[in-house]
């Protein structure tokens, strides 16, 4: 089944993920074929700057997210930066997500594999895609029989990253790939202090990923992009989610009929 991930960057308060919840639920409503996954960060440990905005904890993170799953009927998802973690995320979350940074961390692969949990991996801003071969191994070994891998592109340095396309075939071979919208156009560290983004190129390459073929898709998104706490630059308004993502499923339909 085909997968929608998506949600604000971090959990900055029950009002903004309940607002963007409501908003996945009416699109799961109308698409009942499509998985849609809410997505958001209890912990946002990679910030450029000390002083930036990490998120409110994993208490907070975690009860929040448990709400939105009573009150919307929405699977979630949420990262994991430490391996003491996984347990306690695992009794709230449908799938646990392993941060780019972080992707081939043994213990912590190891440690969300043996929750039973299904999980998402991002592939490395500094890995090559058929490296990820090992990472789905160590996973598998450890007893995780579910999992994805994400492109979210490769870091050249000089504040940028670019998506090679040529990643999501090559990925595909080991375990099915969703593409990462908008943290493929995120300039890291790009304000000097924080993140920057270049949102305007979302959509073209979303469009460039569905073409390819992926077995997902993944948004961050946010009534106030411009208020958002982390990666306001590249998140997507909320007011323009539904639309981008109905052209994106009107486009995978026109790819999947068209096949030759």
Known sequence: MFVVIAGPCVIESRDVCFEVAEVIRELKDEFRDIRFVFKSSFDKANRSSISSFRGYGLEFGLMVLQEVKRKFGLEVLTDIHESYQAKEVADVVD??????????????????????????????????????????????????????????????????????????????????????VTHSVQLPGGLGTASSGQREFAYPLAKAAVSVGVD?????????????????????????????????????EFVLQNEV
């Open 95 to 180: 799938i646990i997500q392993i941060p780019a940074f972080l992707c081939r961390q043994t213990d912590l692969l190891v440690s969300a594999a043996e929750t039973g949990r299904e999980v998402n991996v991002k592939k490395g801003q500094f890995l090559a895609p058929w490296d990820t071969k090992n990472i789905v191994e160590k996973l598998r070994l450890s007893g995780c029989d579910k999992i994805y891998l994400t492109e979210r592109g490769t870091t050249f340095g000089y504040n940028n990253l670019v998506v090679d396309f040529r990643s999501l075939p090559i990925m595909k071979q080991y375990a099915p790939v969703i593409y990462d």
């Open 216 to 252: 997902g898709l993944f948004f961050e998104t946010h009534p106030e992009p411009s208020k958002a706490l982390s990666d306001g630059p590249n998140q997507i308004p909320l007011k323009e989610f539904p639309d981008m993502f109905r052209k994106l499923l009107k486009l995978r």
